[in-house]
């Protein structure tokens, strides 16, 4: 399945608007881009995903480059409960071996 | 139910002792997915279903390792003569089959060997 390339941490004031990149470069054309989060090891919660055109629900929003090869997830008002671990997956649903790598750990900075 | 259901949500276990962890997935959701994460560690995939089917179980850490599901719902984990080395969160997930399905989470077994 296409692997995914995060930066292992990331600071954001509270308030701001957080950007977190992926790198998806080998992402064929079907495959979807999918983020999660995870904190203190509760299951990780689904956040939003989509294939080629940005998305926006009311968590956050997708940004997705036109080639596919990148993604960013924006959540537009951070707060102190957005703390957490964010993986962007992309699952190649065929053979079903879901692997998630080590995200981005994001901090909320008061 | 509503979501993925797992139990027990916490279980603390004397090595040598067999567990059982239960995973109760989303009603209509063929396929499931177990995985282990270890304290301050990412998610280590295990095992996953396609109906009660396991295609693939080189994911499973050892032969104490056991996983089926029956009826296309239910599963349960398995482990044997459990090690401290088990000490984890068991999660388990599921989802319908199609490209564009999303993938929920259960809250996990916390699982302690002493």
């Known amino acids: 399945d296409a692997k995914t390339t995060q930066p292992p941490s990331m600071d954001c004031a509270e308030g701001r608007a957080a950007n977190l990149p992926c790198n998806h470069s080998t992402i064929s054309g079907n495959e979807y881009v999918y983020w999660y989060r995870q904190i203190h090891s509760q299951g990780p919660q689904y956040i939003i995903h989509?294939?080629?055109n940005n998305e926006t629900n009311e968590m956050a929003s997708l940004i997705i480059t036109e080639d596919r090869k990148s993604s960013t997830l924006i959540l537009p008002h951070a707060t102190l409960r957005d703390t957490a671990v964010y993986y962007c997956i992309v699952p190649f649903f065929r053979d079903d071996k879901i692997i998630f790598g080590k995200g981005t750990r994001l901090h909320i900075l008061p | 139910g509503a979501g993925v259901s797992q139990s027990p949500s916490n279980k603390v276990t004397e090595k040598g002792k067999d567990v059982e962890l239960r995973c109760d997935p989303i009603?209509?959701?063929?396929?499931l997915y177990w995985y282990r994460q270890s304290l301050g560690q990412g998610l280590e995939f295990l095992i996953y279903?396609?109906?009660?089917?396991?295609?693939?179980k080189s994911g499973l850490p050892s032969d104490r390792f056991s996983a089926e599901r029956t009826g296309g719902s239910v599963s349960t984990l398995t482990i044997q003569r459990t090690q401290q080395e088990d000490s984890a969160v068991y999660l388990c997930?599921?989802?319908?089959?199609?490209?564009?399905?999303?993938?929920?989470f259960g809250e996990g077994s916390w699982l302690t060997v002493v």
């Open positions: 997930a599921s989802r319908l089959t199609g490209g564009g399905n999303t993938i929920y």
């Open positions: 009603s209509g959701h063929t396929a």
């Open positions: 279903f396609q109906g009660n089917s396991a295609p693939d």
């Open positions: 989509g294939l080629k």
